[in-house]
């Protein structure tokens, strides 16, 4: 996978696996977490990062790779048909995962891509925006300099964010005393209420 994900992701260098375990080696790069607090300054770059992942190719390797884990947060068949698309998604957007550097971003840590609806990587951000600080309208206009977040249907994007409400809810009762879930539970669920999205 990393060659198609190249030059927005440091070259896999080599690799290595017994029964039990796969290792991989990357290229080493000189980058931190992104900063996606308000006012941060990292956020004109992530956007711009992630306005070149929505731009990569889906791959014939990952044709088959539907997204399909928001498929049981949803209510309906027709609410989970909103999430496919044709667009390859790394659907696991977090600070984590996106490094700075001093003329450079990266998007590391591909372990969970898949083919869905553009919009998918921009609502993860968004959802993270709100958990670092900033309001949902705030977190909605960075969203809004997403070029996937322009075509994105907002039925779609409604479906999603009740989804990600209920998948939040039940990360944090398997694990309730994990801050950093309840953190993005109540940020989903407030962005959520941002776009008048009812959650049962």
Do not use: Q, Y
Not at 172 to 181: C, F, G, I, L, Q
Request: contains cysteine; hydrophobic residues 45%; aromatic residues 10%.
């Amino acid at each position: 996978m990393n060659r198609f994900v190249r030059p927005i992701s440091p070259a896999l260098l080599w690799s290595a696996e017994d029964e039990e375990w796969v290792v991989l080696g990357f290229e080493a790069v000189n980058g931190r977490e992104s900063d996606f607090r308000p006012g941060g300054t990292d956020l004109p770059a992530v956007v711009g990062l992630l306005n070149r992942i929505g731009e990569l190719d889906v791959p014939d390797v990952a044709r088959d790779w539907t997204e399909t884990r928001w498929d049981r947060f949803a209510t309906t068949d027709a609410e989970t048909e909103l999430f496919r698309g044709d667009s390859l998604l790394h659907a696991d957007i977090n600070p984590f995962n996106l490094l700075v550097g001093d003329h450079t971003v990266w998007a590391v840590d591909w372990g969970w891509p898949t083919r869905g609806a553009a919009f998918i990587d921009v609502a993860m951000f968004t959802v993270h925006l709100v958990a670092s600080g900033h309001t949902a309208e705030s977190a909605e206009s960075w969203a809004d300099r997403c070029r996937a977040w322009e075509k994105a249907d907002a039925r779609a994007v409604d479906a999603f964010a009740a989804a990600t409400v209920r998948l939040w809810r039940e990360m944090v009762e398997r694990k309730p005393d994990v801050p950093s879930r309840k953190a993005m539970h109540e940020a989903a669920r407030e962005w959520a209420a941002h776009r008048g999205v009812t959650v049962v």
